[in-house]
Nanobody, 115 residues
Framework: QVQLLESGGGLVQPGGSLRLSCAAS????????MGWDRQAPGKQRELVAR???????HYADSVKGRFTIASDNAKNTVDLQMNNLNPDDTGVYYC?????????WGQGTQVTVSS
């Protein structure tokens, strides 16, 4: 059984920064990617960033140049550094991993960008 533990959400003013962290626990192999998605109030969940096992990165256009994803394969952790946040970044952020073509999700952490 894979479990994901997220941390780092909170309230920040526009232009501020937050760092989200996620640790995957359990016994597994075949990790394909780790990443983050988010869901804003009244909207569908959307991809934010992915880092694949080979190192390939993918970002949503809305966060390119502001967010940075990084992982530690030895520790099965993935971080999301979020800079220059704006109110449109508000939402619940979910850690996601794909292991042997199956996706696992964390419980989510709230990020609120407001003055």
């Amino acid at each position: 059984q894979v479990q994901l533990l997220e941390s780092g959400g909170g309230l920040v003013q526009p232009g501020g920064s937050l760092r989200l962290s996620c640790a995957a626990s359990g016994t597994f192999s075949g990790l394909n990617f780790m990443g983050w998605d988010r869901q804003a109030p009244g909207k569908q969940r959307e991809l934010v960033a992915r880092i694949h096992s080979g190192g390939r990165l993918h970002y949503a256009d809305s966060v390119k140049g502001r967010f940075t994803i990084a992982s530690d394969n030895a520790k099965n952790t993935v971080d999301l550094q979020m800079n220059n946040l704006n109110p449109d970044d508000t939402g619940v952020y979910y850690c996601v991993v794909e292991i042997n073509l199956r996706e696992y999700w964390g419980q989510g952490t709230q990020v609120t960008v407001s003055s």
